[in-house]
């Protein structure tokens, strides 16, 4: 069973910054693209970033320039940095992989982490 665990949410000020990481438990199997959704109060789940395993990153229009999606293929983590947060970045923040097993590909999601904008 893979397992995706996330950390790094919590409280932060408008313009402040917060960095999400999402830690793969699959030892066995090797990881394919990585990718933050986040879902905001009373609104459906969206994609924020996403990265392929070649490190080719794609974002959404309302955090490019302010967020930047990295990974460690070694440690099978991906991360979120978020700069110049905005109140309307407040949501649960979702860590989503493609993850490689023996019959094909699944994917995954995280529990979800917390990131709170408000002054």
């Known amino acids: 069973q893979v397992q995706l665990v996330e950390s790094g949410g919590g409280l932060v000020q408008p313009g402040g910054s917060l960095r999400l990481s999402c830690a793969a438990s699959?030892?066995?199997?090797?990881?394919?693209?990585m990718g933050w959704y986040r879902q905001p109060p009373g609104k459906q789940r969206e994609l924020v970033a996403s990265i392929r395993s070649s490190g080719s990153a794609t974002y959404a229009d309302s955090v490019r320039g302010r967020f930047t999606i990295s990974r460690d293929n070694a440690k099978k983590t991906v991360y979120l940095q978020m700069n110049s947060l905005k109140p309307e970045d407040t949501a649960v923040y979702y860590c989503?992989?493609?993850?490689?097993?023996?019959?094909?590909?699944?994917?995954?999601w995280g529990q979800g982490t917390q990131v709170t904008v408000s002054s």
């Open positions: 989503n992989a493609d993850v490689y097993t023996i019959p094909g590909m699944t994917n995954y």
């Open positions: 699959a030892s066995s199997f090797s990881i394919g693209a």
